[in-house]
């Protein structure tokens, strides 16, 4: 599903214009991208949660070589589903 069928069954549910959906959307995934990066968890109970996670330096092998490469430690996003969302998708 794309943004815009997103937008248009979310604006039919709710009986919001497809204008004001979308800016609301917009407000929400600005919002939890935020705080993903001040390193915050951002729960929706039942559905799931999303969490900046820190990988860990670690040293690689470029296949096909017997060169090693350090990559450095960075942050990445971790969602983890809700029971309800498990269970809906079952």
Same mark, same amino acid.
């Given at each position: 599903?794309?943004?815009?069928?997103?937008?248009?069954?979310?604006?039919?549910?709710?009986?919001?214009?497809?204008?004001?959906?979308?800016?609301?959307?917009?407000?929400?995934?600005?919002?939890?991208?935020?705080?993903?990066?001040?390193?915050?968890?951002?729960?929706?109970? #039942?559905? #799931?949660?999303?969490?900046?996670?820190?990988?860990?330096?670690?040293?690689?092998?470029?296949?096909?070589?017997?060169r090693?490469?350090?990559?450095?430690?960075?942050?990445?996003?971790?969602?983890?589903? #809700?029971?309800?969302?498990?269970?809906?998708?079952?």
């Amino acid at each position: 599903m794309k943004k815009t069928d997103f937008i248009a069954e979310v604006a039919q549910k709710s009986g919001l214009s497809k204008k004001d959906t979308e800016a609301v959307i917009d407000a929400a995934l600005e919002t939890i991208t935020e705080a993903l990066k001040r390193r915050e968890n951002v729960s929706f109970l #039942g559905f #799931g949660s999303f969490q900046a996670v820190k990988k860990n330096e670690r040293e690689i092998t470029i296949p096909g070589t017997t060169r090693k490469v350090k990559v450095p430690a960075k942050y990445s996003v971790r969602f983890k589903p #809700g029971k309800l969302l498990k269970e809906a998708v079952e």
